[in-house]
């Protein structure tokens, strides 16, 4: 029990190492092409981003997180999934190649998105090739060498972005820089992972996997599409500049301690898997990671949304203002999105991967009526919100967040043993405390300081109020969390 408690420990040490390096080095890459691109080169890029989510979905068809939730996958398993990766990749790639000019006829029939589609499309074959190394190593809970991969990635596709953004490049910087950090990630994990496929491929395997696979397949595919269809209508009807400042909302939103607390459920999947036959140990578990996420969630979500102004003013001045309110929408849409990703790792480890559908299917029910709602105001603005209609679009996704949420939750009460009580005991000292600390850091924000200052001192102030409440208070998970980081972890 205890080398499992170090090895997951180290885990998620690693994962932390990672998400927090490789948020640092893409928020600095993010904050020079904020500063030197257009919202129309956002736009652009925001529309290519739309087709290639649904490419990379389909690239990996669930059959990854298949191979995590097995106990004891094979060099042939591994190998199998590998060329069927490879193999679908090139064949959509080929396809999309071809329907590039249709996609700029969508879109106003805007000759700079045939060129640009083409190039960024070939990102997800470059990552279809290291999907496997890269759930190897998360399957041995041996994530360090992907934490190096994605810093030494992010630093050179930094260095070409910025390059090309200074340059004058326009849209095509981030295209480059996308193409650049999926080369740099899969050439290092490919030289150092001491794993080689098998020349072989198995439809007997393959079809062991569909089990898992389909269920997370059809409920990844239902997600992208009402993660990806707000950029397409926005785009469609609305223009480059509104989908522009979306896209800035959106990939702020999913930076900092949300990509941190994915981490975290990344680590938590192999070890729920390892005691998937052990019904009061998984409860246990299921327990203790829940808690964990939420003492870390809510804070950091809570204070963001409270710093997205000064947060905004510091990095890029007064040229993203529309981007802040939808900033914060997302914010508390992802409070949660990260629960239900959790419970999601409690499903997917009980190898009930239909059960995703299902919750999947209900929440785009109701985002599909919010949107039907919705979208005649779409292209809403006023003199001082130019993306009035955007924000009563993202309500829809935050509903639909909140009905996903509490349909999953009831489902993992049944799967995992623990009460509602339970569940909500985990969460509501946590929500709490965020609640009333943001006070004093709202009251902070209408004094006459600079931007910077604001953001440290409401950071400090909220820092000192948290942290030292949950040490007076005896917390527990507060002391793991500084274990998991100090000796104990090492």
């Not at 990766?85 to 998105?113: H, K, M, S, W």
């Not at 707000?230 to 989908?243: D, E, Q, R």
């Not at 004094?447 to 409440?469: K, N, R, S």
């Not at 793991?480 to 090492?490: A, E, G, L, Q």
Request: aromatic share 14%; with cysteine.
């Amino acid at each position: 029990m205890e080398d499992l408690k170090l090895t997951v420990a180290r885990t998620i040490k690693w994962n932390v190492i990672d998400r927090v390096a490789s948020q640092l080095l893409y928020a600095v890459t993010g904050i020079v092409l904020a500063n030197k691109l257009t919202e129309e080169d956002f736009g652009l890029v925001g529309v290519i981003l739309i087709f290639q989510a649904f490419a990379s979905l389909f690239v990996d068809s669930g059959f990854s997180s298949a191979l995590i939730q097995r106990k004891s996958p094979t060099r042939l398993d591994y190998s199998t999934v590998l060329w069927f990766n490879l193999g679908v990749a090139t064949v959509i790639y080929v396809v999309l190649f071809l329907c590039a000019p249709l996609i700029a006829d969508i879109f106003q029939g805007d000759e700079r998105l045939v060129p640009l589609s083409r190039v960024m499309f070939l990102s997800f074959i470059i990552n279809a090739s290291a999907i496997v190394q890269t759930n190897r190593l998360m399957k041995k809970m041996n994530v360090k060498m992907l934490a190096v991969s994605n810093s030494a990635g992010l630093i050179v596709s930094a260095v070409v972005g910025i390059y090309l953004a200074v340059a004058g490049w326009g849209p095509w910087a981030i295209v480059w820089q996308t193409i650049t950090l999926a080369s740099v990630k899969s050439l290092i994990l490919w030289f150092t992972s001491g794993w080689t496929p098998l020349w072989q491929f198995s439809w007997g395997v393959l079809g062991g996997f569909f089990k898992v696979g389909s269920g997370l397949m059809f409920s990844s595919f239902l997600n992208t599409v009402f993660q990806n269809i707000y950029s397409f209508f926005i785009g469609y009807k609305v223009g480059y500049a509104p989908l522009g400042y979306y896209t800035q909302a959106d990939k702020w939103s999913k930076m900092g301690i949300m990509s941190l607390t994915q981490a975290f459920t990344a680590s938590f999947l192999p070890l729920l898997s390892e005691v998937q036959d052990e019904p009061e140990r998984y409860a246990r578990i299921c327990g203790k990671t829940h808690r964990f996420t939420s003492y870390l969630l809510f804070p950091a979500m809570g204070l963001l949304i409270v710093m997205a102004t000064p947060i905004f003013h510091t990095l890029f001045g007064q040229k993203w203002d529309p981007s802040i309110i939808l900033f914060q929408i997302l914010l508390f849409r992802g409070i949660f999105m990260v629960l239900s990703l959790q419970y999601n790792n409690y499903i997917i480890s009980l190898g009930k991967s239909k059960l995703l559908v299902v919750t999947e299917v209900i929440r785009d029910g109701v985002a599909a009526l919010a949107i039907i709602l919705t979208l005649p105001y779409i292209g809403l603005s006023t003199p001082d919100n130019i993306v009035k209609g955007v924000e009563i679009l993202l309500f829809g996704q935050l509903a639909a967040a909140i009905v996903t949420w509490v349909v999953s939750l009831w489902f993992v009460i049944r799967l995992t043993h623990r009460s509602l009580f339970a569940y909500l005991a985990d969460i509501a000292p946590y929500a709490a405390q965020t609640a009333v600390f943001a006070l004093p850091c709202i009251m902070i924000s209408r004094l006459d300081m600079a931007p910077l200052a604001i953001c440290i001192l409401q950071a400090l102030t909220f820092a000192v109020l948290y942290l030292g409440i949950n040490y007076l208070m005896k917390s527990r998970i507060q002391q793991d969390v500084m274990d998991y980081f100090t000796k104990k972890s090492r």
